[in-house]
């Protein structure tokens, strides 16, 4: 059944990541059940599933319409109905990061995880969130992000240069190398910083 608005997961935008510019995709679009690993069904197990759905489903038409305070308050009402719901904790995530409350998201992509610990947009999410406080636990959720979607540009890069930062620059080369057979618009940041340095 679908719940709701799905537009693409990854976003292709730049943001920064450690010394390196990187396509990271920061999810910046609410996930329903109809694109998730599990269908609506089996995430809406609660005995009030089509209340948890109808709030979910209004929570992402509030999402998509940049009405943040309604998507809320509509992806609790979702949690009300149904304390696992994954999706609504994801977009609840989102809110809190587009607000600036990475502790809270960081928070609600845990509970996420806790609902479905292989949900890969919670999982890069969260490995972005963890890069700078803690680069091994991002490193560990990047794993877990590609070996839960083997065709994840974006993650595979992310792990490469993460990789790459904490001395393991053969593992590194390998899955930067991954992500560009992957998706040949990504570029090697340190090829690119090679090549600006020998331009005259």
Known sequence: ?????????RTGRLVQALAFTAVLALGASACSSDGGSTDSSSTTAAPDAKKALAALNAGLT??????????????????????????????LALIDEADGNYGLAEDKYRSALKSDPTYEPALFNLAILR????????????????????????AWLNLGLLLRANGKERAGDKDVLRAIALDSSLKDPAQAAGAATTTP
């Open 62 to 91: 509030a999402h998509a319409a940049g009405d943040l305070a309604t998507a809320s308050a509509d992806y609790n009402e979702a949690l009300k109905y149904d304390a696992t719901n994954q999706f609504a904790f994801y977009n």
């Open 1 to 9: 059944m679908n719940a709701g608005l799905r537009s693409p997961r």
């Open 131 to 154: 890069t700078g406080p803690d680069p091994q636990e991002a490193i560990s959720l990047y794993e877990s992000a590609v070996k839960a979607d083997k065709k994840d540009a974006a």
